[in-house]
């Protein structure tokens, strides 16, 4: 950051008293600059046994498989997020949503957290950051052309816990790229 947001004078890189590391502080008011991870909240929409699955219309990934997911806005729940990205990707309303999965993704500052819900009455469509949307049962997923590293292990374990009837909550670090 060279500027401050609030006065628009310029800013410095160093610790602040009683902190322990740097920040961008402004050099007129005074203004301490803190960035944090984004969180990215999404569902795993199930029904009847199959999982609705988004392919996405924008970057990056384009063309790919995913599940309904995005960046947690302001004001809202995690849970609610994470409804309102399925209601935008995949135009479906998303029942009970029950925590499920995080992720910390420290060398990207992101976490994921990711909701089990059902789909009201089966209904879905295609929202303006995907390209097509479908469920899809187990067999059909297209391991090949997923677009996250995180929604495959993410299936995997769903899938494993499906099977199982037993569906823990469960975190883990993913660092560069690995579990």
Known sequence: MKFCPDCGAPTNRQVPDDDDRERDICSQCHTIHYHNPKVIVGCIPEHKGQILMCKRAIEPRYGLWTLPAGFMENGETTAEGAARETWEEAK?????????????????????????????????????????????????????ELAFPVVRELLKEFLDDSRSGDFPVRHSVISFGRR
């Open 92 to 144: 479906a309303v998303a029942q009970q949503p029950i925590l499920y999965r995080i992720f910390d993704v420290p060398h990207i500052n992101q976490v994921y957290m990711f909701y089990r819900c059902g789909v009201e009455d089966g209904r879905y469509g295609v929202g303006p950051e995907s390209l097509e949307t479908e469920l899809v049962s187990p067999s059909d997923i297209r391991w090949d």
